[in-house]
């Protein structure tokens, strides 16, 4: 068995909050009905897809430091969980601010997941979670034995991106950190340390991502990018050369060469191919803590609000617009950032594209000819028409990008993160936009956390 964690989204997890401690300085208990990210490595991630508050009226015994409540309330959540293989997690609250499983916790857990693997047609693990005052949390697993063993992370993906490790193993001090350090403090740059983050797309934005993601010392960072570079795309890929584009080599070697050559001890795991080639690529993106979207196509950004959806990952992406006359012209340059939580608005209700553009990309990346042919008869919207693309340009976008996530891992301004869930700048205009999120995708909120499910992601296109 591998490591299991849990993860929330930011929505979920102020309502929990909101529930455990009603302000009456008793025990309060809520059920997470989670679906089921499973690595081949044997690591597991348990989705909230559904949290069920146990009303205070509906327990027994509510005390400051005990909590008795009927199992019979379980029922339809365990015939739910059963059909569709989900997870069970209790979550109850610890108001005196005691910060480990009590014994009373034990037998109380015993006593309930002997009745959930009694439901269940199989032994996959379910938890148990308690939330503190101050809205930290701490986990273990319920193994089939009714034996415990503490959860390896539990996250929290919202406004801000909170991670608390049971095992903390901090990143030996180096000294290309210190000025790091000194900026986030020393916890921020641990966990940097300790963070898998994917990039997809290895280009104008991409390159410039990943350099600084390097540099802040991520642990682990997966590349996605299925071209190579050639010598048209040297104007704005760092780390690339005359001789990698007559060489005819992969975006993603080129980059992974680099990080390692650069020698800080991030780890690197390429995909020189597709999104949608397959489902591996897809099961990589889903283990990771956080996506960066570096992609101008239609169908990658909106696979990516999928992945970031089902498997409750916060995603960055990271846009630049330039329209030119390509003789020097210049009518608008500008870059937008995008950040999408689970729960929240999707970039299709932001209105980056229509269904009608996501069909005619994935017909183009299907299915050329017959792209083309519906494009010349007017039944279908031109995508691939090429822009410019400049350097300064998209690293200023990209930093932008980079500089909103590391502040919601180490919130540093004076307002609220809400108020910044998109980043607009106009280099012609000279202005920066930022608006808050919108309303919630009706279609995406039916699948937050919903993770491994027959066909992956709902989309029977991914084999």
């Known amino acids: 068995m591998g ?12 309502s929990l909050k909101e529930h ?4 009456d300085g008793k025990e309060a208990v809520a059920l997470a009905i989670c679906g089921r ?17 146990i009303p ?17 309330l379980l029922t339809p959540h365990l015939v739910q969980a059963v059909k569709n293989n989900m997870a069970i997690v209790k979550i109850h609250s610890h108001p005196t601010s005691y910060n480990e499983f009590s014994q ?21 693990l379910h938890g148990s979670i308690v939330m503190l005052p101050d809205g930290s949390m ?3 697993i319920v193994k089939p034995d009714l034996s415990f063993e503490p959860l390896k992370r539990i996250s929290v993906v919202g406004d801000e991106i909170l991670f608390w490790d049971q095992d903390r193993k901090d990143v030996k001090e180096r000294m290309f950190s210190k000025r790091t350090q000194q900026t986030f403090g020393l916890h921020t740059s641990n966990l940097l340390g300790r963070l898998k983050i994917g990039v997809i797309g290895c280009s104008g934005t991409g390159s410039p991502t990943i350099e600084q993601l390097s540099r802040l010392g991520v642990g682990s960072l997966v590349l996605v990018d299925p071209d190579r570079v050639e010598e048209k795309n040297l104007n704005r890929i760092l780390n690339a050369s005359m001789h990698d584009a007559k060489k005819n080599k992969y975006k993603v070697e080129v980059l992974k060469k680099a990080i390692q050559e650069i020698g800080l001890g991030t780890e690197v795991i390429t995909f020189n191919r597709n999104l949608y080639d397959g489902v591996q690529i897809v099961n990589y993106l889903a283990q990771c803590d956080v996506l960066f979207g570096c992609v101008d196509s239609v169908d990658g950004r909106h696979l990516l609000n999928q992945i970031a959806s089902f498997y409750l990952i916060p995603y960055f992406d990271i846009g630049v617009k330039i329209i030119a006359d390509g003789d020097g012209g210049i009518d608008q340059i500008c870059g937008t950032v995008h950040y999408i939580q689970p729960g929240g608005s999707s970039l299709m209700t932001r209105g980056l594209y229509t269904g009608e553009d996501l069909r005619a990309a994935g017909l183009f990346r299907t299915n050329k000819k017959e792209y083309e042919d519906q494009k010349k008869s007017g039944y279908i919207v031109n995508i691939t028409v090429d822009s410019p693309a400049v350097i300064s340009i998209n690293m200023l976008i990209s930093s932008i990008g980079v500089n909103e996530f590391l502040a919601r891992l180490h919130p540093f301004r004076y307002d609220p993160n809400g108020n910044f869930a998109i980043t607009r700048i106009s280099i012609t205009d000279g202005y920066t936009q930022y608006d808050s999120d919108g309303e919630s995708d009706k279609y995406l909120q039916r699948f937050v956390g919903r993770g491994d499910m027959k066909p992956m992601l709902n989309m029977p296109e991914l084999k």
Not at 7 to 14: M, N, V
């Open 37 to 53: 990210g499973e690595a081949d490595s044997g690591d597991v991630i348990l989705l909230v897809h559904n949290v069920v508050m």
């Open 138 to 140: 701490f986990g273990r």
């Open 104 to 124: 009373t916790d034990d037998r109380s857990d015993i006593e309930l997941f002997d009745s959930i693997y009694g439901w269940m047609d199989n032994e996959k």
């Open 3 to 14: 490591n299991v964690s849990f993860k929330i989204s930011g929505k979920a997890y102020h």
């Open 20 to 23: 455990l401690f009603p302000g």
């Open 56 to 72: 205070y009226e509906q327990c027994e015994i509510r005390e400051h430091n005990f909590i008795k409540w009927s199992t019979e």
